[in-house]
């Protein structure tokens, strides 16, 4: 969401970079859908944190759509922390969870969070699950870019609690996005 400049002359060319699916994997991964052999090589984070360096400018929002932690062997059997590790280094301005990003249960999601240096967008009672004092989770983001107001929303997927451990999620209920949206946007 952006607001409106005052004139033409004042618009500023945004530039949204983002990411999803990350799933833990830290390492480049054959492209089988690639024609010919060898198979090209795609992924892994030291080439993308080349290309987010190389695209980079003053006016870029770095954004992660969720599940980044979670979802391969070298992300369960890491916990998701070398994803936010990367993700730091990287100088993401903010994410939201996926369903996979609980794969190690509320509690450890809570770690990643607190270990991320940047916020994690997401509805606010996940902090009320987590039995949280201090808010550690907030809906949504405004940042001022270049002499733009930028607003980005975190919409909480609705299949997290259909692809966690019952123990893990007991009890939540996500709305739908768009309920989501209608919510924050005002």
């Known amino acids: 969401v ?4 005052s004139t033409r002359s004042d618009f500023q060319t945004l530039r949204v970079l983002y990411t999803a699916d990350l799933h833990g994997r830290s390492a480049a991964g054959i492209d089988f859908a690639s024609a010919g052999l060898p198979r090209r090589m795609l992924g892994g984070w030291d080439n993308l944190l080349h290309l987010i360096r190389k695209q980079r400018t003053d006016a870029t929002l770095l954004l992660d759509g969720g599940d980044f932690g979670f979802g391969s062997r070298a992300g369960d059997s890491s916990q998701g922390r070398p994803a936010v590790e990367f993700m730091n280094v990287a100088g993401y ?4 969870p996926g369903p996979r990003d609980f794969s190690g249960g509320a ?3 809570e770690i990643l969070a607190k270990a991320a240096r940047f916020p994690i967008l997401t509805d606010p009672m996940l902090d009320l699950a987590l039995r949280r004092r201090l808010p550690l989770f907030r809906p949504y983001m405004v940042t001022d870019m270049m002499g733009m107001k930028i607003g980005v929303i975190g919409i909480a997927d609705p299949d997290i609690p259909g ?7 007991v009890g939540w209920s996500i709305d739908d996005p768009l309920d989501q949206m209608r919510r924050y946007l005002p």
């Not at 301005?93 to 939201?96: E, N």
């Not at 692809?163 to 999620?169: C, G, L």
Request: glycine share 6%.
């Open 2 to 5: 952006c607001g409106a400049p």
């Open 93 to 96: 301005d903010a994410a939201v």
């Open 107 to 109: 509690e450890n999601f």
């Open 163 to 169: 692809f966690n451990r019952r123990e893990d999620v």
